[in-house]
């Protein structure tokens, strides 16, 4: 008889309080994340994202998309944000992977170009390069000028120049991506930069 009052006062005076914080942290922490939740938009294959980061300000992750030349491939994708107070934000996040034999631990400039357009980089920064067998993966941070990446949209045939310490390389968007860039206009790009 002593050892089971001893073990219901362990529960009551350990465990009991236990359960009654883990459930009240479950309830505030759900809500949070329901209000904010992140959405899938654009076209039937979700081509972005988009949620709500602050009262009238939608901060949008544009999915990655493939270019590529002889060898080597890659991908890009943008992240911005729009809305009230969002004029100050008037830069374009764009973190993109190249596979490829050659190592380049760090480039100096990004370019995106259409025949009307140039989205050059304010800056370029390396965020891990790593090598498995012959193939070399780098992964790379620039900003872009928020109205010139806006402007790319307008055409759908993109090109991609890097310059680094040994020279610059261009690559090419796949017919995939151009697609992509053509849905993007219609369904984000153009709402997004009308004044």
Known sequence: ???????????????????????????????????????????????????????GVTQYFIRPLAFDR??????????????????????VTANFTIVSTAIRKTLTAVQLRTDSTTATSFSVSTLYTEAKGDEVTARY???????????????????????????????????SSKGTVTQLYRDLIRVAEAP
């Open 70 to 91: 002889k060898d080597e491939q890659g991908e890009i994708d943008f992240t911005f944000r729009e809305g009230q107070g969002a004029q100050t934000m008037d830069t």
């Open 141 to 175: 941070s620039a900003k872009l000028p928020r109205q010139a990446f806006y402007r790319l949209f307008h055409e759908p045939v993109w090109t991609l120049l890097i310059t680094g310490p040994t020279g610059s390389m261009t690559y090419q968007f796949t017919s």
């Open 1 to 55: 008889m002593p050892i089971q009052h001893l073990t219901a006062g362990v529960f009551v005076s350990r465990v009991l309080p236990l359960l009654f914080f883990s459930v009240a942290m479950v309830l505030a922490v759900v809500p949070a994340c329901v209000s904010t939740g992140m959405k899938s938009s654009g076209s039937a294959s979700g081509d972005y994202l988009s949620f709500t980061v602050g009262e």
